[in-house]
């Protein structure tokens, strides 16, 4: 495997920080770096990770709210999410105080991302696929040669996002899962945005809002 990877709850939503670290150069990425920054730089020097970028599936505070203090400490960019999720990211202020939130400044990304692009870190690869549902501009990050895909709140095991925030659409989000997702194969394993680890197949038979038993 090219790549090594450690989750990092965060925040009292128990928000799945990843690292994603090319064992090849020891290059790291951040993935969604919602709050507890020492617990996050922590991690980085326990696993020897040279951080090279903070990529975001989507602009909730739980899931970016420290990313700008990392770009500052580090001197790296953000990556992601898709334009679309800027409404999110330009009341960030807003939302953590509405939420209890440590304060947290709205920010730019230095690159908004679409579907198609490609986000190295170190020598390792990963395809952006544009999911939209959850909010409008969720990406997904998929490793097709380690068989990884970092969701978001796109997908869970045994569940999906909530489509109840504002902007957010339930049918597009059935529709990114079962066309954008499905067909990347069933034995990718992803890393929701909160809980535990599953695989697409896994979801396909079992999760009772996406199970192909569902749509016949």
């Known amino acids: 495997m090219a790549v090594k990877v450690s989750i990092v709850p965060v925040t009292p939503y128990q928000q799945n920080c990843s690292i994603i670290q090319c064992t090849t150069t020891g290059k790291a990425a951040v993935v969604d770096p919602g709050g507890d920054l020492q617990r996050i730089v922590s991690t980085l020097e326990q696993m020897s990770a040279q951080i090279e970028k903070v990529i975001l599936t989507h602009g909730h505070l739980d899931h970016c709210a420290i990313s700008n203090d990392l770009r500052e400490k580090f001197g790296v960019p953000i990556e992601g999410p898709h334009r679309a999720d800027s409404f999110w990211i330009d009341k960030l202020p807003e939302w953590c105080q509405m939420a209890g939130f440590p304060s947290a400044e709205a920010f730019t990304p230095d690159r908004w991302l679409q579907d198609g692009d490609i986000v190295t ?96």
């Not at 549902?133 to 895909?149: E, M």
Request: glycine fraction near 12%.
């Open 121 to 216: 870190v170190g020598e390792v690869t990963l395809q952006v696929i544009h999911c939209p549902g959850h909010t409008p501009g969720h990406v997904v990050f998929v490793s097709t040669n380690d068989r990884i895909a970092w969701v978001g709140d796109v997908l869970f095991q045994g569940s999906i996002g909530r489509t109840d925030f504002p902007m957010s659409n339930h049918d597009d989000l059935i529709e990114s899962i079962r066309l954008k997702l499905w067909p990347l194969g069933d034995d990718i394993t992803f890393v929701p945005g909160h809980g535990p680890t599953s695989t697409f197949g896994q979801e396909r038979k079992t999760n009772p809002f996406v199970a192909d038993a569902r749509y016949g």
